[in-house]
């Protein structure tokens, strides 16, 4: 009998499962797929913590964004238990200072005005100009940053102030990774992704292109193809 891969879906920045809607969809008939959305945790020790408490002993870690940053805790702590690793518009560099005062911005902004205050800003923010632009997905943008809440938004800014430059974490791997990226992704660009592979031997990077930072849910069945196509080669 055929033991099924698990697989572990860590979600982005005011991000929950709807994120992971279309891949979910296409893997669960093959894997044992859970998501983690970030919601009670204001460090990436507890993100970490989240997910290694819910999976098996080995397991597949999937993470775009702050759930990249998430997979960057897991190595530290947990390098043995990861049997694949990817990696979705995400990066390893630590936040710059610009970064970090928007952060605090954004924090400031949802104190004041509630998530709402922050919602109308982030189609623009995260998605290729031709996304924002679409309804149903600006929708589903606005949608899930409210499921996420405010407190949650505070408590993820908090664990992404608080990361590391995890370069030298990512030179540790030896498992199957891969890397992906849209090819118009501004938040985590491509040469972050290239960075990335070229950290851990043999890891493959993919770009998905006509694509912002939100992957999954903008190019939803590129990305899905791709991740199949490559969990069943490294299967």
Same mark, same amino acid.
Request: charged content about 20%.
């Given at each position: 009998?055929?033991?099924?891969?698990?697989?572990?879906?860590?979600?982005?920045?005011?991000?929950?499962?709807?994120?992971?809607?279309?891949?979910?969809?296409?893997?669960?008939? #093959?894997?044992?797929?859970?998501?983690?959305?970030?919601?009670?945790?204001?460090?990436?020790?507890?993100? &970490?913590?989240?997910?290694?408490?819910?999976? =098996?002993?080995?397991?597949?870690?999937?993470?775009?964004?702050?759930?990249?940053?998430?997979?960057?805790?897991?190595?530290?702590?947990?390098?043995?238990r990861l049997e694949?690793?990817?990696?979705?518009? *995400? #990066? &390893?560099?630590?936040?710059?200072?610009?970064?970090?005062?928007?952060?605090?911005?954004?924090?400031? #902004?949802?104190?004041?005005?509630?998530?709402?205050?922050?919602?109308?800003?982030? =189609?623009?923010?995260?998605?290729?100009?031709?996304?924002?632009?679409? /309804?149903?997905?600006?929708?589903?943008?606005?949608?899930?940053?409210?499921?996420?809440?405010?407190?949650?938004?505070?408590?993820?800014?908090?664990?992404?102030?608080?990361?590391?430059?995890?370069?030298?974490?990512?030179?540790?791997?030896?498992?199957?990774?891969?890397?992906?990226?849209?090819?118009?992704?501004?938040? *985590? =660009?491509?040469?972050?992704?290239?960075?990335?592979? &070229?950290?851990? /031997?043999?890891?493959?990077? #993919?770009?998905?292109?006509?694509?912002?930072?939100?992957? &999954?849910?903008?190019?939803?069945?590129?990305v899905t193809h791709e991740l199949a196509?490559?969990?069943?080669? *490294?299967?």
């Amino acid at each position: 009998m055929t033991t099924r891969s698990a697989l572990a879906f860590a979600c982005a920045h005011l991000s929950d499962e709807r994120l992971y809607a279309h891949q979910l969809a296409a893997l669960r008939a #093959t894997h044992d797929c859970s998501v983690f959305v970030f919601r009670d945790h204001d460090s990436m020790a507890g993100m &970490a913590e989240q997910v290694l408490e819910a999976m =098996p002993q080995r397991f597949t870690l999937i993470g775009l964004s702050l759930g990249g940053y998430v997979a960057f805790e897991v190595i530290r702590r947990a390098l043995p238990r990861l049997e694949r690793l990817v990696l979705i518009d *995400t #990066t &390893a560099v630590a936040d710059h200072p610009a970064r970090r005062e928007a952060r605090h911005q954004d924090i400031a #902004t949802v104190r004041q005005g509630g998530i709402e205050a922050l919602v109308p800003g982030l =189609p623009a923010r995260w998605l290729l100009p031709a996304h924002a632009a679409n /309804p149903a997905l600006a929708s589903l943008v606005g949608d899930m940053a409210r499921s996420v809440g405010a407190r949650a938004q505070f408590n993820q800014q908090c664990a992404m102030l608080g990361r590391p430059d995890s370069h030298a974490d990512l030179a540790r791997v030896r498992v199957p990774t891969l890397v992906m990226c849209g090819r118009q992704d501004l938040v *985590t =660009p491509l040469a972050d992704h290239e960075a990335m592979a &070229a950290c851990v /031997p043999g890891a493959q990077l #993919t770009v998905i292109e006509a694509c912002g930072h939100l992957s &999954a849910i903008e190019q939803p069945e590129a990305v899905t193809h791709e991740l199949a196509r490559w969990l069943r080669a *490294t299967a």
